[in-house]
């Protein structure tokens, strides 16, 4: 993420349709569809009219609409359209009637932030064989059915700076610590927390101790009351990590009405609009984050550049994604957006998303 001063206007997509009846809902986002080209800035040529369709892991989640009006924007800006479809909840198979739903309309190409990464994959693999361009991002999907996958920032790298942040945070980087994530089977969640398990058997944080790993399943409600849960659990406990915009958010609403506001730490993953009146009222000192809206950009680039043939996911290729640049293609498929930002009462008003 750029570190420099940001002031963005979010849109969401412009109109809403349905797609699959009472089962989804789904935004629809227009504009001309001619024959002409448009260029990526890097000489390959992107064709105008491209349709993709791009899924959430469940509509109403608002990080979630940040990340797929990125994709919206991007082909808006190449002269192709972008069609928001969407579960009503995150369970592990509820992408799937949608994902044969939308392989029968044969858009140009699909970008889906992955429920599960197994669950969807047969779906998928069914899509690309109709010759629709698989494109994952945010949460991957199994390797082989998918071409690309747009990772908001190094799976290593996010683990790591999680742990850093806590053990700067808990005085003495000292006492038990809890993570109230997403998804029992969110991929991208799971690898975070696999590798912060890693991180804390360094000496560097032995003195961290982690007694829970909670789920409140990317539902505000669900969160607020896996972190009440927590709390009562573990008197002892001095900072929980919630490596997700649903949970960091829920879990600080409760800490700041709570006796617990300034003596328990809350961090994790959240957008500075989101946070920026908890960080104001001490209840929060720090978090980090991507912009997931670039996200999606990159991921729209990324699924245009598919189809004009541009790139086929090797490693080592390399496209032109518009703002964001050059981007080079990694092992199996992996297009990296780029490392955490920090935010924190010095910087939070230079952010708007």
Known sequence: MNT??????????AAAACLVGAVAACQDSSSDSSSTTAKTGGGGEIPKGLK??????????????????????????????????????????SQVPLINSVTQQKPDAFIIAGNDPNAVAPALKAMAKAGVKVVAMDSDVAPDARTVFINQANTQGVGEDQIKLVCELVPKCTGEIAILSATANAPNQNAWIKVMKEVLKQDAYKGLKLVKVAYGDDDDQKSFQEMQGLVKAYPNLKGVIAPTTVGISAGARYLSTSPFKGKIVMTGLGTPNQMRKFVKDGTVTAFQLWNPKDVGYLAGFAAANLVAGNITGKEGETFEAGKLGERTIGKDGEILLGPLQRFDKANIDDFDF
């Open 4 to 13: 420099s001063r940001i002031t963005r206007a979010l849109v969401a997509s």
């Open 52 to 93: 993709t369709v791009s899924m959430p892991k469940q509509l109403g989640n608002p990080y979630e609409e940040l990340e797929h009006s990125g994709v919206t924007e991007a082909m808006e800006e190449l002269g192709g359209t972008n069609r928001v479809v969407g579960p009503t909840d995150a369970g592990a198979s």
